[in-house]
């Protein structure tokens, strides 16, 4: 019987159909409060209102935007929203 690999399996908890934003999609929000989805180190989606401070690259972490909660690495982002249009809702 072969091994489980746990790194593996870790990739396989990502959803499919995670958007794969480009620092140029990215820069549209720098400046701007927006709910921002995103995958935990655990693959669970994180939905918090952010005010979007920079889009950018780091090294070694990759293209990533700097928030008021954080960095997030754009291959995380799952989906952006206007902060406007949702709490008008």
């Known amino acids: 019987m072969e091994e489980s690999n746990p790194w593996v399996e870790?990739?396989?908890r990502v959803p499919r159909g995670a958007w794969h934003v480009s620092i140029a999609e990215?820069?549209?929000?720098?400046?701007k409060k927006v709910w921002l989805t995103w995958l935990d180190r655990k693959g669970m989606e994180v939905?918090?209102?952010?005010?979007?401070m920079?889009?950018?690259?780091?090294?070694?972490?990759?293209?990533?935007?700097?928030?008021?909660?954080?960095?997030?690495?754009?291959?995380?982002?799952?989906?952006?929203?206007?902060?406007?249009?949702?709490s008008a809702a």
């Open 26 to 31: 990215a820069r549209s929000i720098v400046g």
């Open 10 to 12: 870790c990739v396989h």
């Open 54 to 86: 920079e889009a950018t690259f780091v090294p070694l972490y990759g293209p990533c935007l700097i928030t008021s909660e954080g960095d997030v690495a754009l291959n995380k982002v799952v989906r952006f929203e206007d902060y406007q249009e949702v």
């Open 47 to 52: 939905t918090r209102a952010v005010m979007v």
